[in-house]
DNA sequence: GCCAGTAAATAAAGTAGGTCAAGTTATTGT
DNA sequence: ACAATAACTTGACCTACTTTATTTACTGGC
């Protein structure tokens, strides 16, 4: 099962990178403390690191007798990672430096019902354009790493699913991407890598769940910084778990589904039988439509109120269960669709967990709005890339080429 | 976060003798095939194996030209390990053997309402006389995992709870069972012991789902051959999730849950206010009353069979939510209460994830039994003894004197 | 009966990613 | 000036493997 050499198991390098990154400007004996390495390691890996131009000593800092910590910090523009979104109402792209920071963003049109290979062909176009915008070289670009809805089988850099066409069933994203813009190329669950890029580049560590809503509802959990995959390495299908088991039907088969009784598309379907729909001009679109309704729940509307308050009270149901199952301690809302009315969602949640979380006993569980939310799949999406090549877990790139990893000098004395 | 020395991650020895334990008698280099090892890792190991006693060489192979494979075996009495699982209905400890196969057995009554010391006492005492029934010689034992309900702090080896008397709550359960019997003790959650004793020592590395129903409703999940352990490393509480969102409110505070709708405990209470009641001669206790619906039921009494039907039912879709949540192919039914009644809640559970699981056009799931309904949380608490010795991932042994890990000599020339 | 051919097992050396312990260097207090 | 102190570095070593080369043990052709 191991590749030739010795399989490193959470090298060094990352870990003493994300340390770098929590803590802006440390010294050597801080990063001892931070990362539990002696250090002797941390000599050594900050050596690479600097030879690599990743980071750089900028002063030293005096306090008492003893040789003074020299002060390290990190080089943000040293490399950048590319992440993109997409599904088929909206699409999003950033670009990441080494700090963890978005440096560049810019959105576009879903996939629609495009072709893939269309679909491909603007994404390309997208990214080039995004980094002569944002005036990074191509060759600081370690790569890209594209997040739509699953199910998706990660190692192939293939879809597997037919929607919204039959045409993406087993289609090469990844590899038809890389030989576009010849640039490595990794793909993500959208949910699983919004709970990426909430925790970004710093911080790591932590464990989490998201609930995730864009187009759809998905969810990731992140355990010690590490996203959950389950047997098949797909996500935390949250949108797909019955609360009702006496609700309607649903197309995956299942009844009572989150996603079929509180997802952006019914709640919009039902707001269109109102007088909500001429009073908003509804129809311009799902998340569209979605979000005006949100924006006039949080003016007063008590008809867009009602909707969205029934919509939240039945996802707080999930969250709970999210919570219970995977013995979380936080809950994070992100996606697009959270922007306006994330503080009803939020609210709903809190109460469900406070009331019927399991463990609240053990540990409190809290419930929180993302701050980034229209843009954590993309950010998670570029963080994966980063942490792909660091090799912290993480692997499965296609390149023109086939798989590829990064590799930094080794210590040089 | 490292101990000192280097952190074996999963070392070679516990997947060399899985894989040994799996074909019964194996040739180094069908060892080298099935762990991916390389030859030379597979000498060393076995040397260092055969050094200890823990296997030996049973004679060759001969086939065709080139130097005759070399048969090697376990030494199955080489060393034990005791698994107890107790809860407030009934307690089983078992004593297994390298080979993983179950040398002794035996039940006793439940922990009820009596002190936590009271308990320990029984089970110290019950432990002795299990070792001298089997002959199994004290030296021999590598320790004792013990497996109930959580939530509880594995690696202190405190129960975290107040059930079924607030005693428990910080009762220090392995290291009192230390002190008294004098051997290293773990503890495990029940439903998740039950998943690692599903899988037995053998054919480690798959991933699944088992639903455990004793005097409550438990689950666990194990991936790649470890356990799934959240946040506060506490299992999968799948008996309080929600699966109508606007069902009976739960002493958890949840509303709908899955206990509280088809636990063995509410099924009695309603079976006592029919004619079940004088018909089966119930009030002997919950899970024995339990039981004797369950008789009843595959005997064809309509009531009885209408009253675990529902129960099997509303179980059915928690099994859809596990299965689209944790992304497993399989899951197992296990649990004493499930003896009788298995067939009927597999039949429910397969049914509910043919049509609800949203993997299932990726991969089918599979809904099974367990082969050893009644021992499998004793089981795993045996194995993960031995598992957390070898250091496959696992920890936290509390001995007399703390921690403790078991060492093996270094490859000797 | 000897020797080439072949397969299995092992020895020896190398590698990756760390640890430990004993330096070296820079600064402060006396 | 010089000890004390703290930060960092060096070099030897360790574990758990790998790769490469060698030894061992058997088969079959002649």
Request: proline fraction near 5%; glycine fraction near 12%; charge should be neutral.
């Amino acid at each position: 099962m191991k590749s030739p050499g010795s399989p490193p198991a959470v090298p060094a390098m990352a870990a003493v990178l994300d340390a770098i990154r929590d803590r802006v400007t440390v010294s050597r004996v801080e990063l001892v403390g931070a990362t539990g390495l002696t250090a002797a390691t941390i000599t050594n890996t900050v050596r690479r690191l600097m030879s690599v131009g990743y980071v750089r000593e900028v002063g030293t800092l005096q306090s008492g007798a003893g040789s003074p910590r020299r002060l390290i910090r990190l080089e943000p523009d040293a490399c950048y990672t590319v992440g993109i979104q997409f599904d088929r109402f909206t699409s999003t792209a950033v670009i990441v430096d080494l700090a963890g920071d978005v440096v560049e963003r810019s959105t576009m049109p879903g996939a629609a019902l495009r072709h893939p290979d269309s679909v491909v062909a603007s994404l390309g176009h997208h990214i080039e354009e995004l980094l002569s915008s944002a005036a990074v070289p191509r060759s600081k670009v370690l790569g890209v790493g594209v997040t739509t809805h699953g199910p998706q089988d990660r190692d192939a850099g293939v879809l597997l699913t037919s929607n919204p066409s039959i045409d993406w069933l087993g289609y090469p994203l990844a590899a038809s991407l890389s030989d576009l813009i010849d640039l490595p190329v990794l793909i993500e669950n959208d949910a699983t890598a919004a709970a990426v890029g909430e925790e970004g580049l710093g911080s790591s560590g932590s464990s989490f769940a998201t609930v995730y809503m864009s187009g759809g509802i998905g969810s990731g959990v992140v355990l010690n910084g590490q996203p959950y995959r389950g047997a098949s390495s797909n996500g935390v299908e949250l949108g797909h778990i019955s609360v009702d088991a006496f609700g309607p039907r649903c197309t995956c088969g299942n009844t009572g589904c989150i996603e079929n009784l509180a997802g952006p598309t019914v709640i919009v379907e039902k707001a269109r039988n109102t007088g909500l729909r001429s009073r908003l001009r509804l129809g311009q679109g799902t998340l569209v439509d979605f979000k005006a309704i949100g924006r006039a729940a949080m003016a007063g509307d008590p008809d867009a109120r009602a909707l969205i308050e029934g919509s939240a009270a039945v996802l707080a149901v999930g969250v709970a269960t999210l919570v219970n199952l995977f013995d979380v301690a936080r809950v994070v809302f992100t996606g697009d669709a959270f922007t306006d009315v994330g503080p009803i969602y939020r609210r709903h949640a809190q109460d469900a967990v406070d009331k019927g979380a399991f463990m609240r006993a053990v540990h409190p569980v809290r419930v929180e709005q993302s701050r980034q939310m229209s843009d954590a799949a993309a950010i998670g999406g570029a963080v994966l890339v980063l942490r792909s090549l660091l090799g912290a877990g993480e692997s499965a790139m296609r390149t023109a080429r086939g798989a590829e990893r990064l590799s930094l000098p080794a210590a040089v004395p």
